[in-house]
Structure formats: C-alpha cells, structure tokens
C-alpha cells in the first residue's frame, strides 16, 4: 500500500515530544513508550480497516487449505485476524457461506458426507468447514492479518496520509495519564478524535470508483 512511511524512532521521538516528555527516559522508559506505538496501531489499523474495507488490508497472498477426508477442522494462519471471504479453488470458485443456526444440525450429521464443503464456521483459532467431505478440494481463505508489532527503531510504519499522528497521539496520551497530566490527556484525546472524523471522511474517496461491496450470487444458486 502506497503511503507514508515513519520509522519507530521517528514515532517514539515524536510521543516523547507530544507529553512534553524529552529525555524522560527514566520516567518513561523506550520499551514502554514503543508498547504505547505498537498498541496505538493496533487501534489505528482497526479504525482503517472500517473506514477503507477489509479488501484494502487483504493478505497476499491469501492462505489455502486442502481439505482431508474425514475432518473438518482446520488451523487458521497465526496472524488471521478478519475474514474476508471463503472460496473453492477451481471453475466458478464458489464461495463457502458461513453456517446459520437453523441449518447446523444437518450440516453436522456424519451421515451427510460431499464431495467438497459448502459451509464454514469461525472458531478462536480454526475455521471449520461442512458437512464432512473428501480430500483434494483446496479452499481459499482471504482475510486481513493482524497489524504487525514494531520491534526495531529502523521498523517502517505506513502513516499513509499523516495517519501516524494518532498512534503518536495514543503514545502520548499514555504518558500524560502515567505522569496524571490529566489536561494534557484531554488535549490529546481530542487529537484523536479529530483523526478518527478525518479518516472516516477520506477514506472512503480513496478508491471512490470502486464499488463498496460485490455480491457472489453464482455460489448462491445452486
């Protein structure tokens, strides 16, 4: 994705400047201050997640899963964080649909075995896939990856637009509760704020041309 990129110690310099904290190492140690980054990017990369759509975040590629006979319980990837989309591999790629409460007891009856799966439920750390099938179907899952933590101070942050500011402003504000700098705190929750309306403005005329949402109606009728 095309943006702006600030590294660690950018952002950590600019926290340590938004708390009036210059120097206050002691105080605010470095380790602690890049926790506050890495925690404002995670709340960051949710609020753009929302505004621009999932498929902006999507991971490449997406992760695949060949299905064995006689399971239906499958791992996720590690960093799996939000679905976007089920499918089987081939001809005409039909979309799994995710599995309704009304239609669990026959999608679970080990008398109903297919071919290949035509449902799915999410579970904490696996997708289950039903009713029970054969082996040899590959299934394509595309989702968005949790945001990645920054580690080293050369680590690039994709601020795409000066988005970065609200992750230095969450840093910040970290800093300002610790210290009980509480009209500080105030300031720099405004901050946010007016990021957060910004981003849900912008956002969205990124791609303006480009269709919100498509709908799969092949896989539907069958």
């Not at 039909?94 to 297919?114: K, S």
């Not at 439920?121 to 029970?132: D, K, N, S």
């Amino acid at each position: 994705m095309v943006g702006r990129g600030r590294s660690l110690l950018d952002l950590r310099s600019d926290a340590y400047k938004r708390a009036d904290c210059e120097g206050a190492t002691d105080r605010h140690p470095p380790a602690d201050v890049t926790r506050y980054i890495n925690q404002g990017r995670a709340e960051l990369f949710d609020i753009l997640v929302e505004a621009r759509g999932r498929s902006y975040f999507r991971k490449h590629p997406a992760a695949t899963i060949a299905t064995l006979a006689g399971t239906s319980i499958y791992d996720l990837p590690a960093d799996f964080y939000r679905l976007i989309s089920v499918r089987r591999q081939g001809a005409g790629g039909d979309l799994l649909r995710a599995m309704q409460p009304q239609e669990e007891p026959w999608l679970r009856e080990p008398a109903n075995t297919v071919q290949f799966p035509t449902h799915y439920e999410l579970q904490a750390e696996t997708i289950e896939m039903l009713p029970l099938h054969g082996a040899g179907t590959t299934i394509i899952v595309d989702y968005v990856p949790v945001s990645a933590d920054l580690v080293l101070d050369g680590d690039i942050a994709n601020g795409i637009n000066g988005w970065e500011e609200y992750v230095v402003c969450f840093a910040a504000r970290c800093m300002a509760v610790k210290d009980e700098e509480w009209p500080l705190a105030g300031a720099l929750r405004a901050d946010m704020a007016s990021l957060r309306d910004r981003i849900a403005k912008l956002a969205p005329t990124r791609d303006a041309f480009r269709a919100e949402r498509v709908k799969n109606v092949r896989g539907l009728l069958r």
